[in-house]
């Protein structure tokens, strides 16, 4: 359990005014640096343990019984017919797109991690980039309808910050328009949307199992479908195209997800739940010490759905007293390396802003979410009393801005 923020920990400063801030020459408040993405780490003797069974077996990898086991319990716990393990999110997706066989154009958001936008154009996929929803931050089904063209062929939704996208909204429109509809899942593993667990939404959802992410297999990703057939393709296609011996059936690559990953991963099944009440007590603990500052807020969770909160964002008004690239500059000097996911949008990052110039133009609210948004760090690693110290460079910066 992390405990909840108090005074700053002995020896570490208190920041009150200008003077105390590291930008201005004090000593930075953490010489251990406070990173977003510290991995949550279960019980490492459960884990070595598997390690020790999987050296013992001489089972490395290849669809081995650890990912075997592990794709199972993830089908039951997310309540999809298959999970098809992965070495990463985003050959996951690659394959999910190809799979699907998805060309053409596919409708995104530009605010998502560039993975989503690469695994498309990586296959030769136009990536038409929509406008979010500048409340949740979620794509926006106007701006998807909007972009729909007689080249599109399917729609890709991102659960942003573990969020669940518009489902309903976006499920309808590819119905009516005969889209597939695949979400990228990568933030909103044991998320809810409408109660049901994320994973057998659209025909197919991916999830990443990076370190960074709140559940993770160091490296690793899935993809969930309840389509029988799509799951065997992938399947497939994750191993070079194989169907048996000597027969490729389909184009392929490498997707497989090695044994000490599903090692990992089902260690931190067995977490879960802790890691989660890490996370929720952590963001209790940011709404307590953010409650006084005007011009911020904080990301909030729909109370009915189900969460992993793995990322604390705050958004800064544009009248706050520093911008925020001046506040991030502020918590780098300190050691929180805080982060400005996901400035400046994929449309702003090559091959996008060559390939697409004008994408931007039909962006608006991407813009303004982009140039507002700073993540925080949370999870089982996060110093007890980081909290406070990064609400107290908010607090002073807010007060007096940047320059003394
Ligand atoms: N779709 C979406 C919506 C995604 O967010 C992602 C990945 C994907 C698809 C693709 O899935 P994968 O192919 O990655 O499975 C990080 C992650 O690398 C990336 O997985 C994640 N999204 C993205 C949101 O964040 P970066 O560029 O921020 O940097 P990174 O990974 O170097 O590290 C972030 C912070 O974490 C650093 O301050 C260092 C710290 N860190 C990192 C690692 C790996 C640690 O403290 N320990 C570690 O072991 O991308």
Redesign the pocket.
């Known amino acids: 359990m992390i405990a909840p923020p108090g005074e700053p920990r002995r020896g570490r400063k208190a920041i009150r005014g200008l003077a105390d801030l590291a930008i201005h020459g004090a000593p930075p408040a953490f010489t251990d640096?406070v990173?977003?993405?510290?991995?949550n780490i279960g019980d490492r003797a459960a884990f070595m343990g598997r390690v020790d069974a999987m050296l013992d077996s001489r089972w490395l990898t290849n669809n081995g019984p650890m990912v075997q086991e592990l794709e199972r319990k993830l089908a039951d716990y997310l309540g999809v017919r298959h999970v098809v393990a992965m070495c990463?999110?985003?050959?996951?997706?690659e394959i999910a797109i190809r799979a699907l066989g998805l060309k053409g154009e596919v409708i995104l958001p530009s605010y998502?991690?560039i993975?989503?936008a690469h695994?498309l154009q990586w296959q030769e996929i136009t990536p038409v980039f929509a406008d979010i929803d500048p409340v949740t931050h979620n794509i926006d089904p106007a701006a998807v309808e909007r972009m729909i063209t007689p080249r599109t062929s399917g729609i890709i939704g991102?659960h942003?910050w573990g969020r669940a996208a518009p489902v309903d909204e976006l499920a309808e429109i590819a119905r009516r328009r005969h889209l597939s509809l695949m979400f990228?899942s990568?933030?909103a593993f044991g998320s809810t949307y409408r109660g049901r667990r994320v994973g057998a939404f659209g025909r197919a959802e991916?999830f990443?199992?990076?370190?960074?992410?709140f559940f993770n297999c160091?490296?690793?990703?899935a993809v969930t479908t309840n389509e029988d057939d799509l799951a065997t393709t992938m399947r497939y296609m994750r191993n070079f195209g194989f169907e048996t011996y000597d027969k490729a059936v389909h184009v392929g690559t490498n997707g497989k997800m090695p044994e000490i990953c599903a090692a990992m991963g089902l260690t931190n099944l067995d977490s879960l739940d802790a890691v989660v009440e890490a996370n929720r007590v952590n963001l209790a603990a940011y709404e307590r010490a953010f409650a006084g500052i005007e011009g911020v807020s904080l990301l909030r969770y729909d109370p009915r759905e189900q969460s992993n909160f793995q990322y604390v964002v705050a958004e800064v008004d544009p009248g706050f007293g520093a911008t925020r690239d001046e506040i991030v500059a502020a918590l780098h000097a300190e050691g929180i390396?805080a982060?400005k996911?996901?400035w400046p949008g994929c449309h702003n990052m090559q091959p996008f802003r060559d390939l697409y110039p004008h994408a931007g133009l039909l962006l608006p609210n991407t813009k303004s979410v982009a140039e507002r948004v700073i993540v925080l760090p949370t999870g089982t690693?996060l110093p007890p009393d980081a909290i406070e110290v990064i609400a107290s460079v908010f607090r002073v910066l807010g007060a007096r801005g940047v320059r003394p």
């Open positions: 640096t990173h977003v993405g510290r991995p990463n999110g985003t050959i996951a997706l998502t991690f993975a989503t695994a991102v942003l990228d990568a933030h991916v990443s199992f990076h370190a960074t992410k160091f490296e690793g990703g390396l982060r996911y996901f690693a």
